[in-house]
């Protein structure tokens, strides 16, 4: 099958996502099931910006099953319930990219759930360095959204 190309290319020893999936680099988690884990993207578009990821090391969405790629968005869908209501957020994007052309940085497939205000409608959005502190809570406040 045809692949896509991506210079960040690596395996799952390498691989940033993998490594958060093991525990082997800190992240802010919101949510995680058998398959599928969310956390918050270290250099976000908007406050609780989140990546939705497969646990398992894939890197574009043609490395998925399609029963996977569905369990993905599903993930993701929840994930934005949550975003939303801990943000107050009048709206999310989904982003999904796929190779290098896409400014995909990290290989290891991942949904960008990011919540926007009105006030983003038509602008171009610039990524936010939000202190440790803030992110925790951000964190948190989405996890609390998730709770049944
Ligand atoms: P892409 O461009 O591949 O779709 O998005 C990758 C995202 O991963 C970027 O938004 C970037 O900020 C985020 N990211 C890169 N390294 C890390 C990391 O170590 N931890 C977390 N939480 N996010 C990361
Ligand atoms: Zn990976």
């Known amino acids: 099958?045809?692949?896509?190309?991506?210079?960040?290319?690596?395996?799952?020893?390498?691989?940033i996502f993998c490594k958060i999936v093991r525990g082997d680099l800190?992240?802010?988690?919101v949510y995680e099931?058998?398959?599928?884990?969310?956390f918050l993207d270290i250099n976000p578009f908007s406050k609780g910006h989140?990546?939705?990821?497969?646990?398992?090391?894939?890197?574009?969405?043609?490395?998925m099953k399609e029963d996977e790629i569905g369990g993905l968005f599903l993930a993701a869908s929840k994930v934005s319930k949550a975003v939303v209501e801990a943000?107050?957020?009048?709206?999310?994007r989904f982003v999904q990219n796929n190779g290098e052309a896409a400014n995909q940085a990290v290989a290891h497939v991942?949904?960008?759930?990011?919540?926007?205000?009105m006030e983003?409608?038509?602008?171009?959005?610039?990524?936010?360095?939000?202190?440790?502190a803030e992110m925790q809570a951000t964190a948190s406040a989405i996890r609390t959204a998730m709770a049944p």
Do not use: Q
């Open 1 to 15: 099958m045809k692949r896509l190309f991506n210079s960040a290319s690596v395996g799952p020893d390498r691989c």
């Open 26 to 29: 800190p992240s802010n988690k």
């Open 33 to 38: 099931d058998a398959h599928y884990l969310a």
């Open 50 to 63: 989140t990546l939705v990821c497969p646990k398992e090391h894939g890197e574009t969405i043609w490395d």
């Open 87 to 92: 943000t107050g957020a009048e709206g999310f």
């Open 110 to 117: 991942h949904v960008h759930v990011i919540p926007v205000m």
């Open 120 to 132: 983003h409608k038509g602008k171009t959005m610039n990524r936010l360095k939000l202190d440790e």
